[in-house]
């Protein structure tokens, strides 16, 4: 007969249960009662690590897996809390919502998926042409064949207005002028003839204007601008070869006027005009004074006044400069 021991002799307190029958109940509860369960404890990364001298081992937080395989009495809000996960971004990353069912062998996204980035956009790439320099091309006829200004030519190619091009040579030409249009304000500034960018337009007006007050023909008009164009790309210079200055590079050393006259824009365009209101008088010789100018070829006129060490060059603007005088005059 087995003999039972008083109660008296049995531990007081709680009942000690087996290890094995304690973990089997704990991971029922944890199954049966996940809905009314306390809010999730904290991960592993928040606990402080229990003193070694109590000989409990330190617990450390490993990295959270991609991905979970769920095992029988597995709960969404078990699995959260085992890898220290928000139960409702759980749900999120796997499409999920509190009424969801998973079933063991169900593979779990732990870590939500990265959204695919955005696929660029490639910008069109700007219209470019080139230009095989000859002899004889300037910067300055370039652009104006090609519709663009100087500067726009020169920045693309990573030039100067100092620089020089050779022949053989290969430039890239842009299909348009690469300074932004400005907004237009509300006194929009005077339109820039084809080639010309502002500056450019400003001083071919003048001298336009001047041509006009002085009765010149549009062809004796025509070379001004042609010249002026092909001896300082249309701009006021304060610089030049030897001595030469301003839109026409004349010389001070050569009769034409002291430095500031030269660069007095309105009087060095009458200067090469000439004729009897001619600021230099007998001095020099303007376009005016020479014998049957208006019969020259365009480059022999502008010869005949500049003197030039290329006088070729002057031809290539016949047709340009006919156009700006058009727009602009």
Same mark, same amino acid.
């Given at each position: 007969m087995r003999r039972l021991t008083p109660l008296s002799a049995r531990p007081r307190g709680r009942t000690a249960w087996p290890a094995a029958v304690a973990g089997t109940i704990a991971l029922a509860l944890a199954g049966e009662?996940?809905?009314?369960?306390?809010?999730?404890?904290?991960?592993?990364?928040?606990?402080?690590?229990? +003193?070694?001298?109590?000989?409990v081992p330190v617990l450390t937080a490993a990295p959270t897996p991609v991905s979970?395989?769920?095992?029988? /009495?597995d709960t969404v809000w078990a699995i959260a809390r085992a890898h220290g996960l928000d139960t409702a971004a759980v749900l999120a990353a796997?499409?999920?919502? *509190?009424?969801?069912?998973?079933?063991?062998?169900?593979?779990?996204?732990?870590?939500?998926?990265?959204?695919?980035a955005a696929p660029e956009?490639?910008?069109?790439? +700007?219209?470019?042409?080139?230009?095989?320099?000859? +002899? !004889?091309?300037?910067? *300055?006829?370039?652009?104006?064949?090609n519709g663009v200004s100087i500067d726009t030519v020169l920045a693309a190619n990573g030039l100067t207005r100092a620089s020089i091009i050779?022949? !053989?040579?290969?430039?890239?030409?842009?299909?348009?002028?690469?300074?932004?249009?400005?907004?237009?304000?509300?006194?929009? +500034?005077?339109?820039a003839a084809p080639g010309l960018d502002a500056e450019q337009s400003e001083n071919a007006r003048l001298i336009i204007r001047v041509g006009?007050?002085?009765?010149?023909?549009?062809?004796?008009?025509?070379?001004?601008? !042609?010249?002026?164009?092909?001896?300082?790309?249309?701009?006021?210079?304060?610089? /030049?070869?030897?001595?030469?200055?301003g839109l026409f590079q004349q010389r001070p050393s050569s009769g034409w006027g002291s430095p500031e006259q030269i660069l007095d824009r309105e009087r060095s365009t009458r200067v090469f005009y000439g004729g009897a209101a001619d600021p230099n008088g007998s001095a020099?010789? /303007?376009?005016?004074?020479i014998p049957g100018w208006e019969a020259m070829?365009?480059?022999?006129?502008?010869?005949?006044?500049?003197?030039?060490?290329?006088?070729?060059?002057?031809?290539?603007?016949? *047709?340009?400069?006919t156009v700006w005088l058009s727009v602009l005059g």
């Open positions: 009662n996940a809905a009314h369960a306390a809010p999730p404890a904290p991960s592993l990364a928040a606990v402080p690590p229990a +003193p070694r001298h109590l000989g979970y395989t769920v095992q029988p /009495g796997n499409g999920l919502d *509190s009424a969801s069912i998973i079933r063991p062998g169900q593979v779990l996204a732990l870590v939500p998926a990265a959204p695919a956009v490639a910008e069109p790439a +700007p219209s470019v042409r080139t230009h095989e320099v000859r +002899p !004889g091309d300037t910067v *300055s006829a370039i652009a104006a064949a050779y022949p !053989g040579e290969t430039l890239q030409i842009p299909a348009t002028d690469a300074a932004a249009a400005p907004a237009v304000a509300a006194s929009a +500034p005077p339109a006009r007050e002085l009765g010149v023909s549009d062809r004796g008009i025509a070379i001004a601008l !042609g010249t002026a164009m092909q001896e300082s790309w249309l701009r006021n210079l304060d610089w /030049g070869d030897r001595d030469s200055l020099t010789r /303007g376009l005016l004074d070829p365009f480059a022999d006129a502008a010869q005949a006044v500049q003197i030039s060490a290329y006088p070729d060059r002057y031809a290539q603007w016949e *047709s340009p400069a």
